[in-house]
T-cell receptor, first 113, second 113 residues
Framework: DQQVKQNSPSLSVQEGRISILNCDYT??????FLWYKKYPAEGPTFLIS?????DKNEDGRFTVFLNKSAKHLSLHIVPSQPGDSAVYFC????????????FGKGTSLLVTP | DGGITQSPKYLFRKEGQNVTLSCEQN?????MYWYRQDPGQGLRLIYY???????QKGDIAEGYSVSREKKESFPLTVTSAQKNPTAFYLC????????????FGPGTRLTVL
């Protein structure tokens, strides 16, 4: 059963605009959430994370928002750049499973010039 | 340079043969993880290890085995009991006292003929 869901398989955004990637989870034991960027045939690259005690974390152009009551998080990229085009994975972890990551199926972001 | 290495990048095996995938890290990380990615899917957890000489099964451990004799190394054996072994395999590691970010190796593409 998929505990982390990314319901949008793909997203297309114009350069300079905001990209919003969404993620939902079902397990209330998750207490840490992460976003990774991935290219085909390569390992994922860590982008940004957020602890369940916070509702926002910002790092440069990337901001992650967490709504615990809705079990929903989102990644905002502002402004979007063509180099941001990749597959973005949402992941969640908890101390009860050694902080192993539970991944969504990914959202393919295309930023067009 | 510190990092996680996986070798080889591409691996071919005949059906019925066991094969071992290598994962080495020189980051002094405590925990190590193995994930599998199939086309159009997120990463799924196979096994993880939080300390030397200890490991736990993940969601899809059947047909796989691991060992953790050294902190730096966490090899994964794909046995003939694994029904669909062709996949992209990713190894990751995490430092216990530095947040929950996992850092990934470049991956091994295993094809069973």
């Amino acid at each position: 059963d998929q505990q982390v869901k990314q319901n949008s398989p793909s997203l297309s955004v114009q350069e300079g605009r905001i990209s919003i990637l969404n993620c939902d989870y079902t397990n209330s034991m998750f207490d840490y959430f992460l976003w990774y960027k991935k290219y085909p045939a390569e390992g994922p690259t860590f982008l940004i994370s957020i602890s369940s005690i916070k509702d926002k974390n910002e790092d440069g152009r990337f901001t992650v928002f967490l709504n615990k009551s809705a079990k929903h998080l989102s990644l905002h990229i502002v402004p979007s750049q063509p180099g941001d085009s990749a597959v973005y994975f949402c992941a969640a972890s908890g101390s009860n499973s050694g902080y192993a990551l539970n991944f969504g199926k990914g959202t393919s972001l295309l930023v067009t010039p | 340079d510190g990092g996680i290495t996986q070798s080889p990048k591409y691996l071919f095996r005949k059906e019925g043969q066991n094969v071992t995938l290598s994962c080495e890290q020189n980051l002094n990380h405590d925990a190590m993880y193995w994930y599998r990615q199939d086309p159009g899917q997120g990463l799924r957890l196979i096994y993880y290890s939080q300390i030397v000489n200890d490991f736990q099964k993940g969601d899809i451990a059947e047909g796989y085995s691991v060992s953790r004799e050294k902190k730096e190394s966490f090899p994964l054996t794909v046995t003939s009991a694994q029904k669909n072994p062709t996949a992209f395999y990713l190894c990751a590691s995490r430092k216990n006292d530095r947040g929950n970010e996992q850092f990934f190796g470049p991956g091994t593409r295993l094809t069973v003929l």
